[in-house]
């Protein structure tokens, strides 16, 4: 007699991709890219968000949901650089969001006037990277304080990230950072990985990524 155990997790896994699998699906119908935004805490990402969401949000009709472990104060920053719901998710202590929770923040968005969503995930590299929440593709955001070595340390965040955006630019005068060994370390571990330099505060290399999004923000269906 053959016993096989099932671990818990594996079924909890089992189970998001399909709801991951049903949010993609929905997207898709829509006519809607949806970014997952992913990084350690600090890195810039939301105030990344606020940049595009001033520039873009209306141009592109991006909607967002945020993660967070407590509060919904970046839910409450983006809010204010667009006239759309943001929907915030708050985990109560989870490290990242799930396919689940995506699914139910799709409940109140107008996907069918929606070109581009944005998911803030909660900030954390290790823990999201293993989870699918239906996205287009995953962004990874580090920033030039961070150090060299973040995809080296973090390889299953950066093997699952199709683009990386380095953030905090307008730093390197004053941090010990080497631009090209943090790419090429990131490029090590994948060596497809498309690169976005950045300064959310400044602005530097905004118009670049700015460009990419027009590219990479779906049609509508005709109706």
């Known amino acids: 007699m053959t016993v096989r155990t099932i671990d818990v997790r594996e079924r909890v896994?089992?189970?998001?991709?399909?709801l991951a699998a049903e949010v993609r699906r929905r997207l898709g119908?829509?006519?809607v890219t949806a970014f997952n935004l992913v990084s350690s805490p600090g890195s810039g990402k939301t105030a990344l968000l606020e940049r595009t969401?001033?520039?873009l949000g209306e141009e592109l009709d991006i909607a967002v949901v945020t993660g967070d472990v407590q509060t919904h104060n970046d839910a409450d920053r983006l809010a204010r650089h667009t006239s759309r719901?943001?929907?915030?998710?708050?985990t109560g202590g989870g490290c990242h969001?799930?396919?689940?929770?995506?699914?139910?923040?799709?409940?109140?968005?107008?996907?069918?006037?929606?070109?581009?969503?944005?998911?803030?995930?909660?900030?954390?590299?290790?823990?999201?990277a293993a989870w699918d929440l239906g996205e287009t593709a995953k962004i990874v955001v580090f920033a030039v304080t961070e150090g060299e070595d973040k995809p080296l340390k973090y390889p299953r965040m950066f093997?699952?990230?199709r683009y990386a955006v380095l953030n905090k630019i307008d730093l390197l005068p004053y941090v010990p950072f080497n631009l090209d060994r943090a790419m090429g370390f990131a490029r090590e571990i994948n060596p497809a990985l498309e690169f976005f330099l950045?300064?959310?505060?400044?602005?530097?290399?905004?118009?670049?990524?700015?460009?990419?999004?027009?590219?990479?923000?779906?049609?509508?269906?005709?109706?």
């Open 29 to 31: 119908a829509a006519g």
């Open 53 to 55: 969401l001033e520039a």
């Open 159 to 161: 093997r699952e990230a």
């Open 13 to 18: 896994m089992a189970r998001n991709d399909e």
């Open 85 to 90: 719901l943001v929907q915030a998710v708050v």
């Open 198 to 223: 950045t300064s959310a505060l400044t602005g530097e290399g905004l118009e670049s990524w700015f460009a990419f999004l027009r590219g990479q923000a779906g049609t509508r269906p005709a109706s």
């Open 97 to 128: 969001l799930d396919a689940r929770q995506i699914g139910t923040a799709l409940d109140a968005i107008d996907l069918a006037a929606t070109r581009l969503l944005f998911i803030e995930n909660v900030g954390n590299l290790v823990c999201p």
